[in-house]
């Protein structure tokens, strides 16, 4: 399994911006994808979760109604689109299964950093 995010960038406060992460050897639409984050100096937390066919999502608190996770399956694609970011989003966005007691099911991605200026 290989993983690859991208998208991430410098944006504004308020502002958008949507990322992207490619899995490839996995068969997609049998395993429960997401997002992770780790700001500078802080553990790495969950974002946004969502199963196989996309039938659930989870949210984390800081996440609900600003953004928003989908997967295209034929693509082997996650997408995380992130509205109304603000500077406590700055962080480093990874992909990867859901965390159970800090272990993720596939070896971690390189990332992409999103920052949002105070």
């Known amino acids: 399994v290989q993983i690859v995010e991208s998208g991430g960038g410098l944006v504004n406060s308020g502002g958008s911006l949507r990322l992207s992460c490619v899995v490839s050897e996995l068969p997609f639409s049998k395993y429960a994808l997401g997002w992770h984050r780790q700001a500078p100096g802080k553990a790495r937390e969950s974002v946004a979760m969502?199963?196989?066919?996309?039938?659930?999502?989870f949210y984390a608190d800081f996440a609900k109604g600003r953004f928003t996770i989908s997967k295209d399956n034929a693509r082997n694609t996650l997408y995380l689109q992130m509205d109304r970011v603000k500077p406590e989003d700055t962080a480093v966005y990874y992909c990867n299964g859901p965390s159970a007691g800090g272990n993720v099911p596939f070896p971690w991605g390189p990332g992409t950093q999103v920052t949002v200026p105070p």
């Open positions: 969502i199963s196989g066919g996309g039938e659930d999502i």
